[in-house]
């Protein structure tokens, strides 16, 4: 802090509170301008989202209306009176099965004469029709096919056509069945009631021209929507955003594969994200002002704070004179706890002092035992006949396998460890085992010396299993089963067995090494009991029978550990 001590000029409590103010609440507000800014670019994905579905939906609406058309159309072209080629027949069924609607049907010869129209009589002369180009493109492709807008010769209306090729073997000079409709019909489908306010939707022909519009716009029927617009929409359903208007809007389109007409929807973007406008003011304003709060407040609690602050540290420079002080009381609160505990503090100074040597004469103890069974354990390898390169790694193996032991104890603060949690510790080396490893025995917590010594045989029996026994092969087992037996005297004893199976043909060993000195003296002495081996052929078996209390942290085990800690 030195280097940067001349950042930090002499100030009163009060300035560095609002400096603090200002460093916490600048971030902040810079955070949250981030959100803001964050939630915009949702809204706007949002709103690219919504305004393709809106597109979408009319689009789906327009299609069915056109797929309605198209159905009538071929009902009416499997009527038997076009087949017999009665048209009078067929005029005056077609125009009573239409009224009601807005469509009309047109009977047309392959150049565009017609020869019958449900808008007028059967008797009325009639002329050619208004758009002869969708008929022949229909008659071309010998599919349903939807015009574009144009002047209906008879209504004198803006209309659309939808137009089915008829079979040639039918009788008469009847080239196409049509039904046409007034474009303003579609006003009913092309609703803008979902879309934000000002926003206005179209549906636009294969030409570019308006076939219908709704909304806040100066666009009209049979009118050219913006070429450049509609070079931009590519694939079947999208958004793209006109960045040079002013104010920006978004078209969101959708075009039908099969009619090849364009349902567009379009508006200003700032009329669709008003609430985020808003709440853009909201934060400004808002922040501003609790901002000048908050240099206002801090400049109050400095004041405050001062003369506690003054107050305590003169009870402090006592207390380090080595004064015993009694507090003092002031305006704030977390002053006066201060002030107390300060107090409290020169009473408890000497039995802090009394309480770190116990803990250290209890750490001594800790570290005497732990030196005793690595002397015990370094005096038995050194009676073996072994090279120095044998007794380092039999040292090492065995250091590490009580470092566990003495791992778990610590993260238990030496209170002890359940039997469980000590045999899973000293197989976790061995972690593709565990799955053939079965343990049978109600769980109970194993003194901390129990914990060492035991964990000390777990990894010879382990070790040896591993090189010799029943884990060196992939069906081998061993079962770890304890549980209590009764004795003549009535002491409680306990007896745990290692038992293996599966593994190669057991035979006992022709001389003893340290492995077998830990698994049976060494076991036998540290739990006071007696400690047996068994080589039957189907697998090895190690039993230990030894007083219960030699191995289970009892309550008054821990009554001492509390009586030696004060």
Partial sequence: MGRF??????????????????????????????????????????????????????????????????????????????????????????????????????????????????????????????????????????????????????????????????????PGDGAALILTQNVSNLKDVLSTESLPPDWSAAIVDQTGKIVAVDGATDLTVAGAFPADMLLLMKGQ??????????????????????????????????????????????????????????????????????????????????????????????????????????????????????????????????????????????RQLARQDTTMDDFQRAISTRLQGLGRSIEALAREQWAGVPMRRVIEIHLSNFSETLDRVEMRGEDFVLKAEAVQNLGLVLHELTTNSMKYGALSTQSGQVRISWSDVATESGERTMKLVWEESGGPPVRAPASTGFGTTIIKRHAAAAFAGRADTEYPVEGFRWTLTAPRDQLERTAEDRRQEVARLG
């Fill in 5 to 170: 001590s001349h950042l930090f000029p002499k100030a009163t409590i009060g300035a560095y509170l609002i400096a603090f103010a200002a460093v916490i609440a600048l971030p902040l507000l810079a955070f949250v301008i981030f959100l803001m800014f964050q939630l915009e670019h949702n809204e706007r994905e949002k709103l690219n989202s919504e305004t393709a579905e809106d597109a979408q939906v009319l689009g789906r609406a327009i299609d069915r209306e056109l797929r309605d058309m198209a159905t009538t159309l071929r009902l009416l072209g499997n009527s038997p009176e076009i087949e017999r080629g009665e048209l009078e027949a067929f005029h005056r069924r077609t125009q009573d099965s239409l009224r009601g609607s807005s469509l009309y049907a047109l009977l047309v010869t392959e150049d565009g004469q017609l020869l019958l129209n449900t808008r007028v009589p059967f008797e009325a002369a009639l002329s050619k029709m208004g758009n002869p180009a969708s008929l022949a493109s229909a008659l071309r492709s010998g599919k349903v096919e939807v015009s574009e807008v144009f002047r209906g010769a008879t209504s004198g209306n803006w209309v659309f056509n939808v137009t089915l090729p008829l079979p040639k073997e039918l």
């Fill in 237 to 378: 359903n999208g958004t793209i955003e006109d960045v040079g208007g002013s104010p920006r809007q978004m078209y969101g389109y959708y075009i039908h594969p099969e009619w090849s007409w364009r349902v567009i929807v379009w508006g200003p973007i700032a009329s669709a994200q008003a609430s985020i406008l808003s709440t853009w003011r909201y934060l400004i304003a808002g922040s501003l002002f609790l901002l000048l709060i908050g240099f206002g407040f801090a400049w109050l609690v400095g004041r405050q704070l001062r003369i506690p602050i003054r107050q305590i540290a003169d009870m402090a420079d006592r207390i380090g004179k080595g004064e015993i002080v009694s507090p003092v009381e002031t305006r704030i609160i977390e002053a006066n706890h201060v002030a107390i505990a300060l107090s409290n503090a020169s009473f408890d100074r000497s039995q802090a002092e009394d309480r770190i040597h116990l803990i250290l004469h209890e750490l001594v103890h800790r570290t005497k035992n732990i030196l005793t069974l690595i002397q015990a354990m370094m």
